[in-house]
Every structure is written in C-alpha cells, then in structure tokens.
Nanobody
Framework: QVQVVESGGGLVQSGGSLRLSCAAS????????MAWYRQGPGKEREFVAD???????NYADSVKGRFTISRDNAQNTAYLQMNNVKPEDAAVYYC??????????????????WGQGTQVTVSS
C-alpha cells in the first residue's frame, strides 16, 4: 500500500554536492519519520540521518556538519543534501518511511517501508 522511491544519486566529485530525494506514496495519513541509510561495498547497512514529525533530527557522526536532512510533509518527501562529499560516502543510499496508512479493508496499518536504493559514486 505504501511505496518509497529514492532518486538523485549519481557520480559526484570529492568535495562536491548532491541532493537525494525520497518520495513516499500511497494511502498515507500520518508520516511519523523518514530516514536515510547507506551501504557501501563490503559493508553493513548503516544509519545516516532521520527526521521525525516532532522535528527531532539525528545524524551519524560521520556525516554531521556535511549532510542535511529535510522533509516536505505535504508531499511525503524527504531530502538528503550532501555537501563536501568524501570517498567514504560512496554507497547505495536507502530511504525508510515510518508511516500510518489505510489498509485494503480500511484498517489502520503501521509500518516501515524501504525504497530500492540509489547509488552514489564519488570520484577523486
């Protein structure tokens, strides 16, 4: 019932900037939080940042001061502005949406939904 799609990945030079987008769609009536994770080659998926409906924002230490997460509640969309990108930032970036939605029988469904990921490649 809920779909999550990331976009905006691609090739960026070290020190450059990139903005990722995450759009959640479906019968959503409350968007509790949206989060970004990433998984580099040979590494475990790790937390990057999240933003909650109560305005709380969290960042991993590795990206603090360089990345900024934001959201557009009307569009159920989250963004990750990546500045001063480093080679270690190269990874597949995944978005997770924590939402309440209407199920097929008009029941309330609480769930967390993942996107397919978007690749970020960093060149020297």
């Amino acid at each position: 019932q809920v779909q999550v799609v990331e976009s905006g990945g691609g090739l960026v030079q070290s020190g450059g900037s990139l903005r990722l987008s995450c759009a959640a769609s479906g019968k959503i009536f409350r968007n509790n939080a949206m989060a970004w994770y990433r998984q580099g080659p040979g590494k475990e998926r790790e937390f990057v940042a999240d933003i909650h409906s109560d305005s709380r924002i969290n960042y991993a230490d590795s990206v603090k001061g360089r990345f900024t997460i934001s959201r557009d509640n009307a569009q159920n969309t989250a963004y990750l502005q990546m500045n001063n990108v480093k080679p270690e930032d190269a990874a597949v970036y995944y978005c997770n949406a924590d939402v309440l939605s209407w199920g097929p029988l008009d029941e309330v469904v609480a769930g967390r939904y993942w996107g397919q990921g978007t690749q970020v490649t960093v060149s020297s």
